[in-house]
């Protein structure tokens, strides 16, 4: 079985900064894409950012330079930088990574999700 663990989520106020990490474990044979989701209150889950397995990045719109996601292939995880954060970044953060197991098998995982909350 694949896993994901996030960290690095919390209380910032705006303007500021936080960085969430997440590793994927387990067996895995190789990693494609691996990116950031956010759901706040009543609205949809939405993509915030992804990464092939080759470095290249997508930001969403909302967020196009201020956050940066970055992966380290060896440690088989997922960096989300996020400077001058804003009250509207608020939301539960969820990493998903999809790839290759050790048993031949696809998988498309999700983490447990962090809280990063923003105030005004």
């Known amino acids: 079985q694949v896993q994901l663990v996030e960290s690095g989520g919390g209380l910032v106020q705006a303007g500021g900064s936080l960085r969430l990490s997440c590793a994927a474990s387990?067996?895995?044979?190789?990693?494609?894409?691996m990116g950031w989701y956010r759901q706040a209150p009543g609205k949809q889950r939405e993509l915030v950012a992804s990464?092939?397995?080759?470095?290249?990045?997508y930001y969403a719109n909302s967020v196009k330079g201020r956050f940066t996601i970055s992966r380290d292939n060896a440690k088989n995880t997922v960096y989300l930088q996020m400077n001058s954060l804003k009250p509207e970044d608020t939301a539960v953060y969820y990493c998903?990574?999809?790839?290759?197991?050790?048993?031949?098998?696809?998988?498309?995982?999700w983490g447990q999700g962090t809280q990063v909350t923003v105030s005004s």
């Open positions: 998903n990574a999809h790839g290759r197991s050790g048993f031949a098998q696809d998988f498309d995982r």
């Open positions: 387990g067996s895995i044979l190789s990693i494609n894409g």
């Open positions: 990464i092939t397995s080759g470095g290249s990045p």
